[in-house]
């Protein structure tokens, strides 16, 4: 089930102009010529923007996210054709014969890793991911740390930015905001304003705040032979 977040096609195409900055991903490009990687699975994809890039760099590539709208701004943008797009989960591409020991690496960018309020849905997606993975293949995350305390800062005051919307000619704006109703779980609300008459849309999406060696030490039951924690 996605977050509405990424699944309201409003929503989804304001994703890329609310965060252009996707200097993020400079660590995982790192990864992949660090691991000569020729296949990547991206987990929770989203509107593509690392895939595609890699696409361009003549990786094979899979992209997965159970958000429909946001996998349909993905297959717009240039390189799209040359990455399998997959709306659903890993685990529905784990239980396709052809996906399985075909990745060198697979990655869950940004807040991917943490969608997974669960220790069971974790261990489940970990395992799919394993599935996938040819032997020696390896699993990039990140997880933000906890005691950092960012869910402070996410106030409408910080957080709201406005700007035009980038698919109408006519007066359209965006915004975005963010809160924290519970230290554990805090949830995002990105919000699409429309001064044309669409009507103001809100969409959440929760997350998992857990230090990264403990998320390590729950990826250690799927039988990872190593790990290397990047701060």
């Avoid at 591409?93 to 991917?112: E, F, I, K, P, W």
């Avoid at 919307?165 to 990105?190: I, K, V």
Wanted: proline fraction near 6%; include cysteine.
């Amino acid at each position: 089930m996605p977050d509405a977040i990424f699944d309201h096609p409003r929503i989804a195409r304001v994703y890329d102009p609310l965060d252009p900055d996707r200097s993020d991903l400079h660590t995982y490009v790192n990864l992949v010529d660090e691991f000569g990687a020729t296949a990547v699975l991206d987990v929770g994809c989203g509107t593509g923007t690392f895939c595609c890039g890699l696409a361009d760099r003549g990786i094979r590539v899979l992209g997965v996210d159970p958000a429909g709208a946001s996998v349909a701004v993905a297959q717009t943008k240039a390189g799209a054709n040359r990455v399998t797009w997959v709306v659903g989960t890993v685990l529905d591409v784990a239980a396709n014969q052809s996906h399985r020991r075909q990745y060198d690496l697979a990655t869950m960018t940004a807040n991917v890793a943490q969608v997974f309020l669960e220790d069971k849905e974790w261990l489940a997606n970990l395992r799919a991911i394993r599935t996938c993975l040819r032997p020696g293949g390896r699993i990039a995350f990140e997880s933000r740390v906890p005691s950092d305390q960012a869910w402070n800062r996410w106030t409408k005051k910080l957080t709201q930015r406005l700007g035009r919307h980038p698919y109408r000619r006519s007066p359209q704006h965006t915004g975005q905001g963010l809160t924290a109703s519970n230290p554990d779980h805090p949830s995002r609300c990105n919000t699409a304003l429309s001064s044309t008459g669409g009507g103001i849309v809100h969409s959440y999406v929760t997350v998992r705040y857990d230090p990264p060696r403990g998320l390590i030490n729950l990826h250690a039951s799927t039988n990872v032979d190593a790990w290397r924690l990047i701060e």
